[in-house]
Structure formats: structure tokens, C-alpha cells
């Protein structure tokens, strides 16, 4: 079983609608963050969390929230969906010191119509 | 200007050859320095950390210069399975350690 479980794998929704996406992890970590990835911007931070009553805004927070359940769950909402946020999505952990690479789940494509 | 910038390429190297990536830097409170391989928009894995004192890792060789702000990533014997994006990551003390990637570099090997 993979340590970081993003679900779904792969959604098509339209514009204005709700979506959720969800990710897990078995490792332990206290530090969970998303990121969208779009051709030619690599990947841009959108939330992080340091632990489960922190909440911190990424470099493209706008049109998102977040949510962190426990430790090992948190989970990233577009309100309103919109096309510009068509990219692929990845979760990842990591252990407390922040000389500590990350783990990154499998990635969600996403596309809005 | 980004704080994290690499040649995006692509690199076409054949099979054998020796390739080598610069990743520069403009923070200079930078704390670690990672590199990243990425498949084909699958999820990025680490393939190692840069240490002060330059590390190697088999046919992968990574240094790190503080004082010009970049690192670098060799690649010696140029296997095909190298065929990949290589993503330079760093992270700053003023940024509570955040990473920050930078937008990759295409490398393919030809046989």
C-alpha cells in the first residue's frame, strides 16, 4: 500500500462546482502540504500544515481551503471550480525537521470544463 | 525573478554520455537542498539531498556552491531509465522550511 493516498486519481467536473480532494498518509508525519503542477511552472505550494491546528497559505491559496482532520488526513476544496484550475494536484508529508524531504502521493488530475 | 530557477531544457543526451544540471538560488538564508526526479507528470521522488561537502550516489553527483548560491547534479553513463525531469528544490529559513521548487529540467537519453 502506498504511504501517501491521494483520491481520486482522476476527476472532470465543470465550472462552479464543489470538489474535494483527499489525501492520507501511513508514515507518520506531522507535516502535510498541496501543490498543483502546471507545464512549465513546476510545482507551486497551495496550503501547508505543520500539525493538525495548523493551517498555513501557500503561494496560490487563492480559490482553495483546506482542512486537516488528523494527523494523517488533509484534504484540499476548490468552492467554485474554475478551468485556469485544471493541473495535476499532489499531496506530501514530511517528518518535523525541515532538512527532511518530502513523500509525495500519486497526484490527482483534475480538469474543469 | 524566482527564488528557485533551472535550464528547463530539454537535454538530449545519448546513452553513455555525461550531463550535468545547475539549479541557482536567490535567497541566500537557504538551509537544504534537495534533488528530485520526476517520470512523466507522475509524482516527484526524491533522488538525493546536496550536502556542503559535494555527495555521490553511484553515476549521480551533486555540490552544492553557497557563496555563487547554486547546486548542480552530474550524471556519468547516461542510462535510458535516466530519461526523466530533474527538479531542483531548496528550502529557506525565512520561509519556516517550506521547499521550493524549481519549474525542472527535461533530460532524455537516446540510445
Known amino acids: 500500500d502506498a504511504d501517501v493516498t491521494q483520491t481520486p486519481r482522476n476527476r472532470i467536473t465543470k465550472t462552479g462546482k464543489r470538489i474535494m480532494l483527499e489525501c492520507s498518509q501511513t508514515k507518520g508525519h506531522d507535516r502535510m502540504y498541496w501543490y498543483r503542477q502546471d507545464p512549465g511552472l513546476g510545482l507551486r505550494l497551495i496550503y501547508y500544515s505543520f500539525d493538525v491546528k495548523d493551517i498555513n497559505k501557500g503561494e496560490i491559496s487563492d480559490g482553495y481551503s483546506v482542512s486537516r482532520q488528523a494527523q494523517a488526513k488533509f484534504s484540499l476544496s476548490l468552492e467554485s471550480a474554475i478551468p485556469n484550475q485544471t493541473a495535476l494536484y499532489f499531496c506530501a508529508t514530511s517528518d518535523g525537521p525541515s532538512n527532511q524531504p518530502q513523500h509525495f502521493g500519486d497526484g490527482t488530475r483534475l480538469s474543469i470544463l | ?111
Open chain 2, 1 to 111: 525573478r524566482k527564488e528557485v530557477e533551472q535550464d528547463p531544457g530539454p537535454f538530449n543526451v545519448p546513452e553513455g554520455a555525461t550531463v550535468a544540471f545547475n539549479c541557482t538560488y536567490s535567497n541566500s538564508a537557504s538551509q537544504s537542498f534537495f534533488w528530485y526526479r520526476q517520470d512523466c507528470r507522475k509524482e516527484p521522488k526524491l533522488l538525493m539531498s546536496v550536502y556542503s561537502s559535494g555527495n555521490e550516489d553511484g553515476r549521480f553527483t551533486a555540490q552544492l556552491n553557497r557563496a555563487s548560491q547554486y547546486i548542480s547534479l552530474l550524471i556519468r553513463d547516461s542510462k535510458l531509465s535516466d530519461s526523466a525531469t530533474y527538479l531542483c528544490v531548496v528550502t529557506f529559513y525565512n520561509q519556516g522550511g517550506k521547499l521550493i521548487f524549481g519549474q525542472g529540467t527535461e533530460l532524455s537519453v537516446k540510445p
